[in-house]
């Protein structure tokens, strides 16, 4: 079956350090999400990819997350500077795009952050 | 502003206690709504879309339902491996965006 793959599955870090994170969606899907879930709360989106291009990021810190699906396939998504805030689970899914009805997101299994 | 908000927050049950999760919303231009499963420190896993009010989709011990401004999911004779938290999600506009709620932790008890 199928499935999203993410890496690391858990990163720790010290505040002010670049961290990154990969994701490989299922194959054929065009779309790939990236979202931040804090412990206690639902996923929140980040970032919406449409192949290679950013379709919403208006959740995005710009100024220290930038993420890049430079050819239209994995995807990586970077912290620089980590703040204490961002330690949360970093989720990525993927689907296959707004043309299909049932356009389910399926999630892998995230990468979980934790920034001292 | 878009709201999705589920209650309870936390439900513990005995083993084959049957009980009902509820998720309100508050979305425009909403095109369906999606139930996912989560475990502890995992991604979320997909069980349910529903697109239209009255609709009813059955997985094992799990029914969900829609309405127009809310989503049940009831869960019958429910056994210790369904502990979990269950995530709803509405989707709406252009791009398909989820709208996740903060989840029911359900705890199943023998």
């Known amino acids: 079956e199928a499935e999203v793959a993410q890496s690391p599955r858990y990163k720790i870090t010290e505040k002010s350090q670049a961290v990154a994170f990969w994701c490989d969606p299922i194959?054929?899907?065009?779309?790939l999400y990236w979202y931040r879930q804090i412990l206690g709360q639902g996923p929140e989106l980040l970032v919406q990819?449409?192949?290679?291009?950013?379709?919403?990021d208006s959740q995005l810190p710009k100024d220290r997350f930038s993420a890049e699906r430079l050819k239209g396939v994995d995807s990586t998504l970077k912290i620089q500077p980590a703040e204490l805030g961002d330690s949360a689970m970093y989720l990525c899914?993927?689907?296959?795009?707004?043309?299909?009805?049932?356009?389910?997101?399926?999630f892998g299994p995230g990468t979980r952050l934790t920034v001292l | 502003e878009d709201q999705v908000t589920q209650s309870p927050e936390a439900l513990r049950l005995q083993e084959g206690e049957s009980s009902s999760l509820n998720c309100s919303y508050t979305?425009?231009?909403?095109?369906?709504l999606f139930w996912y499963r989560q475990d502890p420190g995992k991604g979320p896993e997909f069980l349910f879309t529903?697109?239209?009010a009255g609709e009813e989709k059955e997985k094992e011990r799990l029914k969900a339902t829609l309405t127009k401004k809310e989503s049940f999911l009831h869960i019958t004779a429910p056994k210790p491996e369904d502990s979990a938290t269950y995530l709803c999600?509405?989707?709406?506009?252009?791009?398909?965006?989820?709208?996740f709620g903060a989840g029911t932790r359900l705890a199943v008890h023998p």
């Open positions: 999600a509405p989707y709406s506009g252009g791009y398909n965006k989820l709208i």
């Open positions: 979305v425009s231009g909403l095109r369906g």
């Open positions: 529903l697109y239209s």
């Open positions: 899914a993927s689907s296959f795009g707004e043309a299909v009805k049932e356009d389910t997101q399926y």
């Open positions: 194959s054929g899907h065009a779309t």
């Open positions: 990819f449409q192949d290679e291009s950013v379709v919403d």
